[in-house]
């Protein structure tokens, strides 16, 4: 039965959002189960990518006893590879009576699956993938199921650059707040130079970079190591090992 508009736009709704702590492995894993549970007569469904070797699987889904130990997609070519290699559509309606791939449908139906539809995602995503819907029932995507798969493969571009843009964020935010601690570090050691030797802010700075130059260690470790010397009770012996005591 396939599922009402309501049921469909909740889920693609869904798609789109990325909770906040989700690697991509796990969103991948959500996408996924939300194809197979909506998808009418899916009964298994994957991921895959371009290896150097053939397809390979990055996710997939179940909910079908598969026979003969399961899929094998490093042997899987046909309609997948296609897809992948040429970012186009693939469906083989029924193993047993398409002759167009005949090893693939041969691993395939000692399986228990019998019509494949394989659908090229994102065109943004750097490699080239592939979402692949299985069925124990011949001709099984076509009409409104494949309109569905469309919808979904539609949406997966939503959710990598979601999943991109929010790790990305995430990365600068991570460079922006060790910017600010190190400022903050710079700014405590440079105070402690004006302090102790009389200087004005931007000689004191000046120093602090000769210092850093000269003793070949980044400017933020020599500050972190000014500052702890202050809480240690050992910045007179610290600025003299970096040349940064002035004699009074």
């Not at 691993?107 to 494949?116: K, R």
């Not at 979402?131 to 569905?148: H, K, N, V």
Request: with cysteine; net charge negative.
């Amino acid at each position: 039965m396939s599922p009402d508009v309501y049921s469909l736009s909740r889920e693609l709704a869904e798609i789109a959002r990325l909770v906040e702590d989700d690697d991509l492995e796990t969103t991948l894993r959500r996408y996924i189960d939300r194809v197979a549970r909506m998808v009418p007569g899916c009964d298994h469904v994957s991921i895959t990518v371009a290896g150097t070797d053939g397809p390979e699987l990055v996710a997939e889904a179940t909910g079908y006893q598969l026979g003969n130990g399961g899929l094998d997609y490093s042997r899987l070519s046909g309609p997948i590879l296609e897809a992948l290699a040429h970012r186009e559509p693939r469906r083989l309606t029924d193993t047993r009576t398409d002759r167009r791939w005949p090893v693939f449908s041969q691993q395939l139906a000692v399986t228990g699956l019998h019509s494949v539809l394989a659908l090229p995602l994102a065109e943004g995503t750097e490699a080239p993938a592939v979402l692949t819907l299985f069925s124990g029932r011949a001709d099984q995507f076509a009409g409104t199921s494949y309109d569905i798969v469309l919808l979904f493969a539609l949406h997966a571009g939503v959710m990598f650059d979601n999943a991109k843009l929010y790790h990305d964020s995430q990365t600068l935010v991570g460079h922006l707040r060790t910017a600010l601690r190190t400022r903050s570090t710079v700014g405590q050691a440079q105070g402690l130079v004006m302090q102790r030797n009389g200087y004005a802010a931007a000689r004191a700075f000046d120093a602090l970079k000769r210092a850093s130059q000269d003793h070949n260690i980044k400017l933020r470790d020599l500050a972190k190591a000014l500052v702890d010397g202050h809480e240690q009770h050992d910045l007179e012996s610290r600025l003299g090992k970096f040349g940064l005591l002035d004699p009074v």
